[in-house]
């Protein structure tokens, strides 16, 4: 079928090829540009045809679905093997809203396989996936690997070839219980320089000038050197390009820009990036002219520039981070991982000596992580639990990483709530999306085409595909127009947000470790989100900020469509429609909640009509009863107990639990983490009846905290008072770190040893006559034998009715005075 060494000239796997397992699971682990995802697949076809044959079966020859994790990698590995092999009709591919037939091997992005497995999980004349790029921890990739192997347990003619480009391939191998097919790489040398950016913080714009610099520099010098090495003719390299890494779309085109007052009008400069057409792509691609490319990671395995010679690298990755709390997602600028900072370098090492220079520091490169996050981990999961239940999948559902627990229930609340059905995950678009797409129709295709248009600002200025919006609109009935605000609230309605204030705000630089994020915010320098912006209110209680060049600073009600998070933490507004109020309370939904609190020791009751987390009116009300009750267990629940007037023996007892609990713990109770709805119960209900909380005494309630029997050692562990030499029971304080006792120095006479209690020594103040203080220990002994000599010699004039013993321990302990002593 095809022709191997055609196709695999000049490629490092065609040395290897011959060795690849004919049947079973496989994980090929080759470098960038070594040739795997040109090889690989027609290989396989040629495996496949070969055991048809040898079978003599008359079904037909099972295809080959090799799966890339970006569009742009999709129709660069197809149009490329198809040009190679000379035979197009052999070559498909498929991706959203595109397709090109073929008959023996299909490249796919990893959603539309998904979705092809949920409609025939057999996938009958498939032979065989080859998943691309699996390092890349992509979380649609991590779910096919786990769907194909499922399959391929049930079908013995079925296989599955997982495809890296990093030595990480032992994790995989282990998952698929499959051997490793190793193809070296042969790089060329490198020379490896670093050249941070003096006073410029990693992520601002005066950081992309220097990245501009350094590119135009390299560029210079490759076109002023001779190439070297070797590259065959079919794929002869341009003379000596030049490479750049750049986080994201914003910053390809800001470094763009840069360029093209560096360096001279006839050396062409090509973005590249995942949101170009294909028309715009293949001038970075298919072009033997010296040249600069400024692409995102999308170059760093998933395509091949060729010609390149040297590579310039920020240093710098976007990566999802999800706010649990929040309950949104964030798309951070970051540093990059060594492995990709690795794979980058390694770009400028392929077809001859390359040169790299890294816009961070050595010792930057150093504390980077070692590999990428997996996005499993920190991504919003609505879209793969869906697939995930689709699927059927169990707890023995084949991952490398088991998504995390509250992100999973999270995810499965919100399909709950929009009712997700397999019909759904089929939809080819985000859950939420597709459930507002079957509500309102083909009248909400355009406003939902646009959002998958990673629009920034007022989304119904945003660019819709023709293509896109027809397919959907061909997916469900016509209903008559949506709003686009009405359709984004119906996806989003915890987005749905009103206006509450207008304030200046400017992003500041960061360091490498907080780099600005993807929100479109601009930097001190005037980039997108420069001036003043307004902060609105979103109905889940979040507050974030519409930047004021967004085409929407005035509007009082916004239904959000994509709202992030900066490095920060600061929520974004990043893309939304204009709403109005109906509308978007009918997205919300509309109560009235009356609600309690303590102001002061007294209850003050507040009615109100909510949208969320959004105060429509609030009027003042009189409560009583249980609602009464439930502002004092809030109050109690978020500021404790200091609402109450607590009499002494409340506070000592208090006290006296509070070192039970620290000193033996259970059963004696840690009141403050008691439910005071529980153990409170009595009081609340003398509350509820109009009892004012000034008079209400907690002594008995605390009271019944007690656990028994072991009550009845109360006074035994933590007593109230204390016995002293002269008779007396002295009342301990149990408010500080240990219990205190405040006594006349005469009654302590031939006390040597201070009382344990609850591991901790009695602590004396030892008082004068008339109550002053005259010594602090927990020594008595020590004080006996030093310091009571000079207690003794400063008070005996002043209080000489009073005893002052030369000798303590021998005296007779006493609160009297000479006299009466004498007398008695």
């Given at each position: 079928?095809?022709?191997?060494?055609?196709?695999?000239?000049?490629?490092?796997?065609?040395?290897?090829?011959?060795?690849?397992?004919?049947?079973?699971?496989?994980?090929?682990?080759?470098?960038?540009?070594?040739?795997?995802?040109?090889?690989?697949?027609?290989?396989?076809?040629?495996?496949?045809?070969?055991?048809?044959?040898?079978?003599?079966?008359?079904?037909?020859?099972?295809?080959?679905?090799?799966?890339?994790?970006?569009?742009?990698?999709?129709?660069?590995?197809?149009?490329?093997?198809?040009?190679?092999?000379?035979?197009?009709?052999?070559?498909?591919?498929?991706?959203?809203?595109?397709?090109?037939?073929?008959?023996?091997?299909?490249?796919?992005?990893?959603?539309?396989?998904?979705?092809?497995?949920?409609?025939?999980?057999?996938?009958?004349?498939?032979?065989?996936?080859?998943?691309?790029?699996?390092?890349?921890?992509?979380?649609?990739?991590?779910?096919?690997?786990?769907?194909?192997?499922?399959?391929?347990?049930?079908?013995?003619?079925?296989?599955?070839?997982?495809?890296?480009?990093?030595?990480?391939?032992?994790?995989f191998s282990q998952l698929m219980d499959a051997p490793i097919h190793v193809t070296e790489a042969a790089i060329h040398p490198l020379e490896i320089s670093y050249a941070p950016a003096p006073g410029r913080a990693a992520g601002e714009r005066g950081f992309y000038r220097h990245v501009a610099e350094q590119a135009a520099q390299q560029a210079t010098q490759q076109a002023a050197q001779p190439m070297s090495g070797h590259a065959s003719e079919q794929r002869k390299p341009s003379a000596g390009s030049t490479l750049v890494f750049v986080p994201g779309v914003r910053e390809v085109n800001q470094v763009c820009a840069e360029l093209a007052t560096l360096v001279d009008a006839d050396l062409p400069v090509f973005p590249l990036h995942g949101q170009q057409s294909a028309e715009e792509q293949d001038r970075a691609l298919s072009t033997d002219a010296t040249r600069i490319v400024v692409a995102t990671s999308i170059a760093e395995s998933s395509l091949t520039v060729p010609g390149v010679r040297a590579v310039v690298d920020a240093g710098l990755a976007r990566t999802p981070r999800r706010d649990m709390q929040r309950g949104m997602p964030g798309l951070v600028t970051a540093s990059a991982s060594k492995s990709s900072a690795d794979q980058r370098a390694g770009r400028a090492g392929r077809e001859g000596p390359g040169t790299v220079v890294r816009c961070y520091s050595q010792d930057d490169y150093q504390h980077f992580a070692p590999h990428t996050t997996p996005e499993i981990l920190s991504a919003d999961l609505t879209q793969a639990a869906l697939f995930l239940d689709s699927w059927g999948a169990g707890e023995d559902f084949p991952l490398l990483d088991q998504p995390p627990a509250a992100a999973l229930a999270t995810a499965r609340s919100t399909l709950q709530r929009i009712g997700a059905t397999k019909q759904l995950a089929l939809l080819p678009t985000d859950p939420r999306l597709g459930a507002t797409l079957l509500r309102y129709g083909a009248g909400a295709a355009k406003t939902i085409a646009q959002l998958e248009e990673n629009p920034r600002g007022d989304i119904t200025r945003a660019h819709a595909q023709k293509r896109l919006v027809q397919r959907l609109a061909t997916l469900v009935p016509d209903v008559g127009p949506a709003d686009p605000g009405a359709v984004v609230a119906a996806a989003f309605p915890e987005h749905v947000a009103r206006a509450v204030s207008v304030g200046a705000s400017r992003a500041q630089g960061t360091s490498r470790a907080t780099a600005p994020a993807a929100t479109g915010a601009r930097d001190a320098h005037g980039g997108p989100g420069a001036g003043t912006s307004r902060e609105y209110l979103l109905a889940s209680g979040t507050r974030a900020r519409l930047l004021a060049d967004s085409g929407l600073a005035d509007a009082d009600w916004l239904a959000v469509a994509e709202i992030s998070l900066s490095n920060a933490g600061n929520a974004i507004i990043r893309a939304a429609a204009r709403i109005s109020e109906d509308d978007a309370l009918d997205a919300i939904g509309v109560q009235e909640v009356i609600s309690a609190?303590?102001?002061?020791?007294?209850?003050?009751?507040?009615?109100?009509?909510?949208?969320?987390?959004?105060?429509?009116?609030?009027?003042?009300?009189?409560?009583?009863?249980?609602?009464?009750?439930?502002?004092?267990?809030?109050?109690?629940?978020?500021?404790?107990?200091?609402?109450?007037?607590?009499?002494?023996?409340?506070?000592?007892?208090?006290?006296?639990?509070?070192?039970?609990?620290?000193?033996?713990?259970?059963?004696?109770?840690?009141?403050?983490?008691?439910?005071?709805?529980?153990?409170?119960?009595?009081?609340?209900?003398?509350?509820?009846?109009?009892?004012?909380?000034?008079?209400?005494?907690?002594?008995?309630?605390?009271?019944?905290?007690?656990?028994?029997?072991?009550?009845?050692?109360?006074?035994?562990?933590?007593?109230?008072?204390?016995?002293?030499?002269?008779?007396?029971?002295?009342?301990?304080?149990?408010?500080?770190?240990?219990?205190?006792?405040?006594?006349?120095?005469?009654?302590?006479?031939?006390?040597?040893?201070?009382?344990?209690?609850?591991?901790?020594?009695?602590?004396?103040?030892?008082?004068?006559?008339?109550?002053?203080?005259?010594?602090?220990?927990?020594?008595?002994?020590?004080?006996?034998?030093?310091?009571?000599?000079?207690?003794?010699?400063?008070?005996?004039?002043?209080?000489?009715?009073?005893?002052?013993?030369?000798?303590?321990?021998?005296?007779?302990?006493?609160?009297?005075?000479?006299?009466?002593?004498?007398?008695?």
């Open positions: 079928m095809f022709d191997l060494t055609r196709i695999g000239a000049g490629l490092p796997v065609a040395e290897t090829i011959a060795s690849l397992p004919a049947d079973g699971n496989v994980v090929v682990q080759a470098p960038p540009g070594t040739g795997k995802t040109t090889l690989i697949p027609p290989a396989l076809a040629n495996q496949a045809a070969h055991d048809h044959a040898a079978e003599h079966t008359a079904s037909g020859v099972g295809k080959i679905i090799v799966t890339a994790p970006r569009r742009v990698a999709v129709r660069a590995a197809a149009h490329r093997l198809r040009a190679l092999s000379g035979q197009p009709k052999l070559v498909g591919h498929a991706i959203r809203g595109e397709s090109v037939p073929g008959s023996a091997v299909e490249f796919v992005t990893p959603g539309v396989l998904l979705r092809r497995l949920l409609r025939d999980p057999e996938l009958p004349g498939v032979a065989a996936v080859a998943i691309d790029e699996v390092h890349e921890r992509q979380l649609d990739t991590d779910l096919v690997l786990g769907m194909c192997l499922e399959l391929a347990q049930l079908r013995e003619d079925f296989r599955v070839i997982a495809m890296s480009a990093t030595v990480d391939a032992q994790r609190t303590i102001d002061e020791g007294k209850i003050r009751g507040r009615k109100r009509r909510m949208a969320g987390a959004i105060e429509l009116s609030s009027t003042p009300v009189q409560v009583s009863g249980a609602q009464a009750a439930a502002a004092v267990v809030e109050s109690i629940r978020e500021h404790g107990l200091g609402l109450f007037e607590w009499s002494a023996s409340a506070s000592n007892f208090y006290d006296r639990l509070r070192h039970l609990h620290e000193h033996y713990g259970s059963p004696w109770p840690d009141v403050a983490a008691q439910d005071p709805a529980t153990w409170l119960a009595p009081e609340l209900e003398q509350i509820a009846e109009g009892t004012p909380i000034a008079k209400v005494d907690l002594y008995p309630a605390l009271q019944r905290l007690l656990p028994w029997p072991e009550a009845t050692r109360l006074d035994e562990l933590a007593p109230e008072h204390m016995p002293v030499p002269s008779g007396r029971g002295v009342r301990l304080d149990w408010s500080g770190e240990r219990p205190v006792a405040s006594v006349k120095l005469q009654e302590c006479f031939g006390l040597a040893e201070s009382p344990v209690y609850c591991g901790k020594r009695v602590q004396f103040h030892l008082l004068s006559p008339a109550g002053r203080p005259l010594a602090i220990t927990d020594d008595l002994a020590s004080f006996w034998s030093g310091p009571y000599a000079g207690v003794r010699a400063d008070m005996r004039g002043r209080y000489p009715k009073h005893p002052w013993p030369e000798d303590p321990w021998s005296a007779t302990a006493t609160a009297k005075t000479n006299a009466r002593l004498r007398k008695n």
